[in-house]
T-cell receptor, first 114, second 116 residues
Framework: DVKVTQSSRYLVKRTGEKVFLECVQD?????MFWYRQDPGLGLRLIYF???????EKGDIPEGYSVSREKKERFSLILESASTNQTSMYLC?????????????FGQGTRLTVV | DQQVKQNSPSLSVQEGRISILNCDYT??????FLWYKKYPAEGPTFLIS?????DKNEDGRFTVFLNKSAKHLSLHIVPSQPGDSAVYFC???????????????FGKGTHLIIQP
């Protein structure tokens, strides 16, 4: 059974704090992604990675950074959390192998910045 | 500019009837399309996909139709069941043209409500 696990379901952080969101997948997938979901805006891509130590900006990278030191782990970092980063954060992974490469999502992290 | 559009924020359907969710896209490089279902406080789960070489794909109660010339796809659920109440996201990728690693582009979602 495929699995993408995010370290926290709910987080509350203060403005200005450095925040780490961790994601681990056990499917040996090459690609990993971080999205945020906001009401009325759907899922928006923050960053993605197609290999260890490789990272690419998505549509809304401002205020975020990522780290991928191991194939199975992809971390999202909020350097200095702000209230407009309150959101649902979703990690996903996918494979480059085969014809059908749907992304598998973690359960999400609901982050509230106060 | 939004490349994947779901113009209906919500849709209400009676149990047992057909639910039809629509999605339009603008990027002609997209060649792989997916539908995801999402319950509150959970991650999206994959439902069904279709590549641009097909115009229909069926999996049980779920069928996706693709009209490439109109850049339109739709998800049909029949018969609709109470457990189908969720937000449905349409997503697209330029998978076969080399864009697969760039992630999926999602629509804003349609909240499907199945009424008893």
């Amino acid at each position: 059974d495929v699995k993408v696990t995010q370290s926290s379901r709910y987080l509350v952080k203060r403005t200005g704090e450095k925040v780490f969101l961790e994601c681990v997948q056990d499917m040996d997938h090459e690609n990993m992604f971080w999205y945020r979901q906001d009401p009325g805006l759907g899922l928006r891509l923050i960053y993605f990675s197609y290999d260890v130590k490789m990272k690419e900006k998505g549509d809304i990278p401002e205020g975020y950074s990522v780290s991928r030191e191991k194939k199975e782990r992809f971390s999202l970092i909020l350097e200095s959390a702000s209230t407009n980063q309150t959101s649902m954060y979703l990690c996903a992974s996918s494979s480059v192998q085969g014809l059908n490469t749907e992304a598998f999502f973690g359960q999400g992290t609901r982050l509230t910045v106060v | 500019d939004q490349q994947v559009k779901q113009n209906s924020p919500s849709l209400s359907v009676q149990e047992g009837r057909i639910s039809i969710l629509n999605c339009d896209y603008t990027n002609s490089m997209f060649d792989y399309f997916l539908w995801y279902k999402k319950y509150p406080a959970e991650g999206p789960t994959f439902l069904i996909s279709i590549s641009s070489i097909k115009d229909k794909n069926e999996d049980g109660r779920f069928t996706v139709f693709l009209n490439k010339s109109a850049k339109h796809l739709s998800l049909h659920i029949v018969p609709s069941q109470p457990g189908d109440s969720a937000v449905y996201f349409c997503a697209a990728s330029a998978l076969y043209s080399g864009g697969g690693a760039d992630g999926l582009t999602f629509g804003k979602g349609t909240h499907l409500i199945i009424q008893p």
